[in-house]
């Protein structure tokens, strides 16, 4: 894809870190963008700051698909049919999984996965109905490569987001619909305050906010990247139909040294019986998937 100018846009975390950054940047190449958001105060906030007549606020809970999709019908009866969907609205638990309950489980997949799974499931048909084209764009982390101990479930919905947009893309290549994977490292961003945005539904086995470990979180975040920055390096990447989008170049050997390792837990086993018919159906699947990824790079 590219050209972005006339076409309308949906992001999700749209009022604050990189969603902001991103709609700043689709509304300086000529796009309709809508910004949904759970903070009602960080919409309005947004909105001053934008001061364009072809921007919308929507609140949204992204783990709500009814929500969903009433604000997909309100944002398309206002700005036009959308074709470019940024999935970006994400919280943090800083905790390891074996110290969290399922409430946590419950906030972090709500958000972090079936958010995404929502904005697909709510978006992309209507996308191919029109035939305009188009592109999904999804936020993961370079959590989504990297994990330790904590935090776990993040590590883990990232991981998901990974696989889903990695399917999607090829699902969605043959109806000129591109997509790609925003892996951010540290952003200047206000995740690290997650809790202030906890549904009080799911605050029943949540442990007591650490308020000294979240203040050191925010100095952490301050030298993170500034989020106009990420947001060109990702129009920049649509417009190229680049699948990975790695805003942040700092990671390339580490994730060369874990790939690394990956590959050195193969080992040369003696050839077992089946191998042989095993082969003949992995040749298959294998040329499917290199054909896969040849007609989604061929996205232009």
Not at 1 to 21: I, K, P, Q
Not at 29 to 40: M, P, S, T
Not at 178 to 189: A, I, Q, Y
């Amino acid at each position: 894809m590219t050209e972005l100018a006339g076409r309308t846009a949906f992001v999700t975390g749209g009022a604050n870190g990189v969603g902001l950054g991103i709609a700043r940047a689709l509304l300086a190449e000529g796009c309709k963008v809508a910004i949904a958001d759970v903070r009602e105060d960080s919409i309005e906030a947004a909105l001053k700051l934008l001061e364009n007549q072809h921007v919308m606020g929507v609140k949204l809970d992204v783990s709500s698909r009814e929500a969903y999709a009433e604000a997909a019908d309100r944002v398309e009866a206002e700005l036009g049919p959308v074709s470019l969907l940024f999935n970006n609205a994400g919280v943090n638990l800083f905790q390891t999984i074996d110290d969290s309950s399922y409430d946590d489980w419950d906030w972090l997949l709500g958000v972090n996965l079936h958010g995404v799974i929502n904005g697909v499931t709510t978006f992309v048909p209507r996308m191919k109905a029109h035939g305009l084209g188009g592109h999904v764009c999804n936020t993961a982390s370079m959590a989504a490569f990297l994990c330790n101990g904590a935090p776990g479930i993040y590590n883990t919905t990232k991981f998901a987001v990974r696989g889903l947009s990695e399917s999607l893309r090829y699902s969605l290549a043959p109806h000129g619909i591109g997509v790609s994977m925003l892996c951010p490292g540290l952003v200047k961003t206000y995740i690290y305050a997650s809790d202030a945005i906890r549904p009080d539904a799911l605050k029943g086995t949540a442990k007591d906010v650490n308020t000294e470990f979240v203040s050191n979180l925010e100095k952490l975040h301050e030298a993170g990247m500034e989020p106009e920055v990420i947001a060109a390096r990702t129009l920049e990447a649509i417009r190229q139909n680049r699948f990975y989008i790695f805003s942040h170049p700092e990671f390339r050997d580490e994730l060369r040294e874990v790939f690394d390792e990956v590959l050195d837990e193969f080992r040369d086993y003696p050839e077992d019986p089946g191998l042989a018919d095993r082969l003949k159906i992995e040749a298959g699947r294998r040329a499917s998937y290199k054909q896969a990824r040849e007609v989604a790079r061929a996205l232009g």
